[in-house]
């Protein structure tokens, strides 16, 4: 029977885990479970609520580190995961009950190594309602990693992937502090995503503590994961690198003029016009421009 591992990285979010376990414990479905948390150095009393709130629980694997970043965190979690299927889970978000169960069902029907829904938001958790799944309609992609560069994906929870292919990708890249952007590119690489459109979680509208709150932060690692793939893969068809090339640098002049004030004289500016009209840059140039994103801005690094 195929089994599937939670793998929750765990970082100061003691509020929130209550709910987030029950809805762990409230999964639908017929295979096989494992609950991997990986505590990624928390300061409150997150790790004792773990702890509490999985003693009914079996195949429970408890990983505890110093505090390191998410993608190194979810790569230990991975690691340490014995899951055909990986479904990771940020520790403030309530997963449908028939979200694992959809997911795979969506995977196994569709002969595909990852596979996504839809992802919402709820300010009052007594406010969250999930509908009935059925007839959710299911899309494969042609080429999954145009997609991703062009959506830019984030967040985790509302996808499934298997873990030999996760392997295969490479991981989350840990030279980046968060992990989904960099486990988009590279799982969407290798060819094989389906979505299907239908809500399977929900987050926290506003929780002060969230990464994506820390605008440059968020900016900053998508933009960096994707300027990082191009480097590291001259493979790429010239429609997929020139669609990164063109968003790292858009991203880079939109930012600069946003949060830096500068013109249409500036060397941002610049890049993005002669990119728009042909000009190559070069994988180490593109991984370069992102260091505006850290100029006077507070971006956590491994």
């Known amino acids: 029977m195929t089994t599937v591992s939670f793998v929750i990285t765990v970082y100061n979010k003691a509020a929130f885990l209550a709910d987030v376990i029950g809805a762990l414990k409230a999964q639908t479905g017929t295979f096989e479970r494992e609950f991997v948390f990986v505590n990624d150095g928390s300061t409150d009393h997150s790790w004792d609520v773990v702890k509490a709130e999985t003693v009914d629980l079996k195949n429970v694997v408890l990983v505890d580190q110093n505090n390191q970043g998410v993608a190194i965190a979810t790569n230990n979690g991975v690691k340490a995961a014995s899951g055909d299927f990986i479904k990771l889970v940020d520790a403030d978000d309530i997963l449908a009950p028939y979200c694992t169960e959809l997911l795979l069902k969506t995977a196994l029907d569709t002969n595909c190594a990852f596979t996504l829904g839809i992802s919402g938001e709820y300010e009052d958790k007594e406010d969250i309602v999930f509908k009935n799944p059925n007839n959710a309609s299911v899309k494969i992609f042609e080429d999954p990693l145009y997609m991703v560069i062009d959506e830019g994906y984030a967040r985790v929870s509302h996808c499934l992937f298997k873990k030999t292919y996760f392997v295969d990708a490479g991981c989350c890249d840990e030279r980046l502090f968060s992990q989904d952007h960099s486990l988009f590119i590279r799982l969407s690489a290798l060819g094989q995503l389906s979505q299907v459109f239908h809500e399977v979680c929900v987050s926290p509208k506003d929780e002060p503590g969230r990464i994506m709150n820390n605008e440059a932060q968020v900016v900053h690692d998508a933009t960096l994961a994707l300027a990082y793939h191009v480097q590291d893969n001259m493979n790429l068809t010239q429609y997929q690198r020139h669609a990164a090339q063109k968003k790292i640098v858009s991203r880079v002049w939109k930012w600069a003029k946003k949060v ?4 249409i004289f500036s060397q941002e ?14 994988a180490d140039k593109l991984v370069s421009l992102c260091a505006i994103f850290r100029k006077n801005a507070q971006v956590r690094r491994p």
């Open 260 to 263: 830096h004030g500068v013109s």
């Open 269 to 282: 500016f610049l890049l993005f016009l002669f990119v728009r009209c042909g000009l190559t840059l070069s």
